[in-house]
Nanobody, 121 residues
Framework: QVRLVESGGGLVQAGGSLRLSCAAT????????LGWYRQAPGKQRELVAT???????NYADSVKGRFTISRDNAKDTVYLQMNSLKPEDTADYYC???????????????WGQGTLVTVSS
């Protein structure tokens, strides 16, 4: 029932910026741990950024200082602000959320469908 709907991907020139959004819908009491992952052609999915329940963040070395993960609890939405984009950032980006369900107060997890980010040189 719970799903993540991603938006904000597209084509951007190197040095530009994009903001990805990931909106959670369904029987959600609250979002918990959050993360963004990406997968480039021919490569495995890798972690980009995470935020824990208390708001602490961690970033992959390759994006540190350029990307920012944030959340809006009122909208059950997580964002990834991407600045100073590089061609090597080109990938499908996936949102992942741990959440507390309204049904049984269970801690569950869900993946977004992915959104493509293409950075031209």
């Amino acid at each position: 029932q719970v799903r993540l709907v991603e938006s904000g991907g597209g084509l951007v020139q190197a040095g530009g910026s994009l903001r990805l959004s990931c909106a959670a819908t369904g029987s959600i009491l609250r979002l918990s741990a959050l993360g963004w992952y990406r997968q480039a052609p021919g490569k495995q999915r890798e972690l980009v950024a995470t935020m824990d329940n208390g708001g602490s963040t961690n970033y992959a070395d390759s994006v540190k200082g350029r990307f920012t993960i944030s959340r809006d609890n009122a909208k059950d939405t997580v964002y990834l602000q991407m600045n100073s984009l590089k061609p090597e950032d080109t990938a499908d980006y996936y949102c992942h959320c741990d959440y507390i369900s309204r049904i049984g107060f269970r801690r569950l997890e869900v993946w977004g469908q992915g959104t493509l980010v293409t950075v031209s040189s």
